[in-house]
DNA sequence: TCCTAACCGAGACGGTACGTCTTGTCTTGTT
DNA sequence: AACAAGACAAGACGTACCGTCTCGGTTAGGA
């Protein structure tokens, strides 16, 4: 067991930072959401919040990854549909796709934000569907952003996402994949 | 013709600001960049700016719509494949996915922004699809949103659109279009 | 008469803040006192503070300098006494010496403050006394700082000052510029 | 000799810290200076220095009694001018003016500071006098504002003090003690 | 040898001020 | 009226500092 010198952060703030951005971000929208606000929600003060995150975009891009959660590992009977179901039923969460929209819109004109959502969005979901069903990387990604784009953007402008939306767009994202099938 | 008293408007500043406001937003991005920024390169005070527009989003609105143009007439031997390629093919500018993706991000917790949005974007180009080939509205609807949506994300983390982009999605969102075909 | 292009500034603003100034430091001392403070006081934002003076010890240096005055011209019948006195009369005011304590503090390790306080206080002073009574420079410059800085030890220690201590300190300054008196 | 339990506080703290604050506080002033800084220039740690003074102003003050020293026992043949001159001497040095000019502007809003200013550093110079010369306390108090407050002043001001300014203030506050003289 | 009590280093934390920035409004004189 | 120029209100940003706290670990005397 390792320990570090000094005080020990607080185990509980973490996550109760996240909620509150979550929650704030969900109903103002990422620019409309102050940093001071998440800090009196999450009851912490300011300078904890800049402590254990750079800046608003690192604080929202880490609630988003904990909200999305690891794509599933395949089991024996698994199709490929499950997986990019599970892709398209996490964005279809107003939660997650809440806090994407705002941190998609600062990746133009912030290389960093960009870098981060590739590494720690979308490769997650690329490194599965390759290693299980020996995917072509380009076609992956490009299934990524038909899914996840196309379900953001159905969300920003339509309010929210139907069941019927979500299986309509796998299976557009699906033949991508499979242009044989 | 009509004249109003008063000095006239001076006939350039739309076009030259418009042009400005394309430039900048494509990049530094929406949020990162400024009125003061915007008039600056125009050559024109910041009150002349918002005698015309009432707010940053409306401007940048503005500018996209002009930069989208407005959907062709379908003429004898137009396919549907037409009017949805030239969609994709107008998102693909880095000139419109610049304002677009900025916007898409105001328009969570802004209703006047997402209003605008569906009326002054997808509006148009749903009623020329309507008009013509009788399609069904919330077929298309899902449509431009796979359009427009897969193509934003795909640029804003990819950094740009290359033409096999374009016609994979033209294609998805086709046969959204006609599950029949 | 002169114009500058643009809205021109408040006129009362100047005196609003000033006289916040003199109060909130007087009360609460140099450091104790905040410039969002100050702006709320005199009912003005603290972006308009900020555009009229670059610092807090600018414009605390400034509301000194309107609450001291300019040391009387020297009158036919007048003598030394009398400006010297002048200057004991005015840093005896509450509100003189209240600021002053505060810059000279910031004098320390802050050059240009130190400068400021030089030039824009002490050196008018010995100026008038170098034209009417030739006095000399040095002389002069020593009973300034027996001046203000007797009574200004004074006040922050039993924090007042009577005017007996006015006198005595007058007393001991003229001595100093007229040893052969 | 007394024990209290627990472990001992380490000896040379107390110099290391007093130290790095008469240096420290002498090269950027006292509000330019931070207890972090102070604390990693006596190499220890920040708890340490609060556990020894309740704040920065104690630390301040008591480096300053430290600094000072105590005004010398009156022996046969010792004038009031020896003492006097003592306190002018001790003012002179850099180390005493710039720990005493944060520390009088801080006495400001800041009672406990003024009172203890007062008590430790004035009073037993006041004691002293009225031991020895059966002097008056107030004109004391007087003189010993004079000795202070002048040379303060002109070290703020002037960046230093030379004798002679020492010798004309000693006298000034000498003809303040024995107004018959 | 264990126990107790206080010390120390390291650093997290709450609270608050700083000076800068941006949006959208307002107020001048000029065209 | 429109326009240029720029002042203004409101409020968020990210940094800095003070004084407190909470850990693990240390160092003495006493049981």
Chains 1, 2, 3, 4 share one sequence.
Do not use: C
């Amino acid at each position: 067991m390792e320990h570090r010198p000094g005080r020990p952060r607080r185990a509980d703030v973490d996550a109760a930072v996240r909620a509150a951005t979550v929650r704030l971000v969900r109903e103002q929208g990422y620019a409309g959401t102050t940093l001071d606000q998440i800090a009196r929600a999450a009851a912490v003060a300011k300078t904890t919040v800049y402590r254990r995150w750079d800046s608003k975009a690192e604080l929202v891009l880490d609630a988003l990854v904990e909200v999305l959660g690891e794509p599933p590992l395949p089991t024996h009977g698994d199709e490929l549909r499950d997986t990019v179901g599970w892709l398209a039923g996490r964005i279809s969460d107003p939660a997650a796709h809440g806090l994407l929209v705002g941190l998609v819109g600062e990746a133009v004109g912030n290389p960093s934000v960009r870098t981060a959502l590739r590494h720690r969005i979308r490769q997650p979901f690329e490194d599965r569907l390759v290693a299980a069903w020996d995917a072509d990387p380009t076609a992956v990604d490009l299934a990524f952003d038909v899914v996840v784009g196309s379900l953001l953007h159905h969300a920003a402008l339509s309010g929210g996402i139907d069941p019927a939306t979500v299986d309509a767009v796998t299976d557009a994202a699906l033949r991508l994949l499979a242009p044989a099938g």
